[in-house]
């Protein structure tokens, strides 16, 4: 099956910092989504993108579908405690979005003092 | 509001019984998933559902059964639970025309002794 790659795996920043991560896949996405889940909560949706080279905002939050399709990148700016938690990427494993979706192994974000 | 639950929240059983982990959703959405979340692995697919009486198998659907009687329910079942089931079980919903949208609950976490 499609395999999302990750990186960081994990980033201890200060709050106030911006904050990058970003999502690999070997194949083409039509979609990306963007969640973050909390601890004992279920991932929560922040941004989906649909077409190549779109960038959305949501807030401190942008995303953008890189024109390759097979590349999305999630940046936070001036990050607050709040922000803690695992980011995933996720995409559709197949072309229509009904199927199931395929998720990166997650980004934690730590907030350091 | 519109929300999906999942219940229990906490589970404790022994290797061999039958466990059933309920969902419910009050979207009115036709697809419904489930989702086990192990540390090194991220979410994994277990089966799908496309609809009342469609049900679909997912990257690691053995071991587990869902049945969709109505819209609102995706009830999933353990057969025979095993140590390897031991995992936190994530149900989700979305709807049939914006692709790749999955809302989750709030997930269950299930060990087997």
């Known amino acids: 099956g499609q395999q999302l790659n990750q990186s960081p795996q994990s980033m201890f920043i200060q709050e106030g910092e911006d904050v990058s991560m970003n999502c690999t896949s070997s194949?083409?996405?039509?979609?990306w989504l963007w969640y973050k889940q909390e601890p004992g909560e279920g991932p929560v949706l922040l941004i989906a993108?649909?077409?190549?080279?779109e960038l959305t905002s949501n807030g401190r939050l942008t995303a953008q579908f890189g024109i390759t399709r097979k590349d999305s990148f999630l940046n936070i700016s001036a990050s607050i405690p709040s922000d803690v938690g695992i980011y995933f990427c996720a995409g559709p494993d197949s072309g229509g979005g009904a199927d199931g979706l395929t998720f990166g192994k997650g980004t934690h974000l730590i907030i350091q003092p | 509001d519109a929300e999906i639950t999942q219940s229990p929240r906490h589970k404790i059983t022994e290797t061999g019984r039958q466990v059933t982990l309920a969902c419910h959703q009050t979207w009115n959405h036709n697809n419904m998933f489930w989702y086990r979340q192990d540390l090194g692995h991220g979410l994994r697919l277990i089966h799908y559902?496309?609809?009342?009486?469609?049900?679909n198998k997912g990257e690691v659907s053995d071991g587990y059964s869902v049945s969709r009687s109505n819209t609102e329910d995706l009830p999933l079942t353990l057969e025979s639970a095993a140590s390897s089931q031991t995992s936190v079980y994530f149900c989700?919903?979305?709807?049939?025309?914006?692709?790749?949208?999955?809302?989750f609950g709030p997930g269950t976490r299930l060990t087997v002794l």
């Open positions: 559902s496309y609809g009342v009486q469609d049900t």
């Open positions: 194949s083409i996405f039509n979609t």
């Open positions: 989700a919903s979305s709807e049939s025309i914006i692709g790749g949208r999955q809302y």
């Open positions: 993108l649909y077409k190549a080279g």
